[in-house]
T-cell receptor
């Protein structure tokens, strides 16, 4: 079955780069997503990548996809205290519409 | 603001009761998804509707049901509530399958 895994916690200093990693198991994934959840808030779509792409950049965010290793990463450049949140990766499958399977989330703490 | 509206924001009810959660999708979006976020299970897909018809089912209990109305808003009905049903319930919408999903702020349900 499908499974998405993330490390639980990441701590960085303000101004440094953050790299949040995710592994998935189903090679039929079509889209891979990154969502951000701030305390007491909903899920904010940050970016997504098609499974036939290797990289996508959007301002401070860079997504890298290694299909061979089924590894997805989100790099946040010049991390700010406002980036402190829980980050979820998620995937969808060819035969499941847009049903998302989420990882457990990585809590990013940015220290001033 | 994602454009997806969920009401109520908070709900406290007793075990054995029934509640209805409401979701208004983004203007023009035909698909509505329901997710449950709990501490022990993480983010789990419950059910999807597309233009009024059930499209996909996930880990939804038999005590739970949903529907999507002609104006495309959706309701999630939870009955015979148990303490373990306490969670954050999210609604998401997307214009068609295979694209990004936008989430509402969620309804926090507390069963006492």
């Amino acid at each position: 079955g499908e499974d998405v895994e993330q490390s639980l916690f990441l701590s960085v200093r303000e101004g440094d780069s953050s790299v949040i990693n995710c592994t998935y198991t189903d090679s039929s994934s079509t889209y891979l997503y990154w969502y951000k959840q701030e305390p007491g808030a909903g899920l904010q779509l940050l970016t997504y990548i098609f499974s036939n792409m290797d990289m996508k950049q959007d301002q401070r965010l860079t997504v890298l996809l290694n299909k061979k290793d089924k590894h997805l990463s989100l790099r946040i450049a010049d991390t700010q205290t406002g980036d402190s949140a829980i980050y979820f990766c998620a995937e969808t499958f060819n035969n499941a519409g847009n049903m998302l399977t989420f990882g457990g989330g990585t809590r990013l703490m940015v220290k001033p | 603001d994602s454009g997806v509206t969920q009401t109520p924001k908070h709900l406290i009810t007793a075990t054995g009761q029934r509640v209805t959660l409401r979701c208004s999708p983004r203007s023009g979006d035909l698909s509505v998804y329901w997710y449950q976020q709990s501490l022990d299970q993480g983010l789990q897909f419950l059910i999807q509707y597309y233009n009024g018809e059930e499209r996909a089912k996930g880990n939804i209990l038999e005590r739970f049901s949903a529907q999507q109305f002609p104006d495309l808003h959706s309701e999630l009905n939870l009955s015979s509530l148990e303490l373990g049903d306490s969670a954050l319930y999210f609604c998401a919408s997307s214009p068609r399958t295979g694209t990004e999903a936008f989430f509402g702020q969620g309804t926090r349900l507390t069963v006492v």
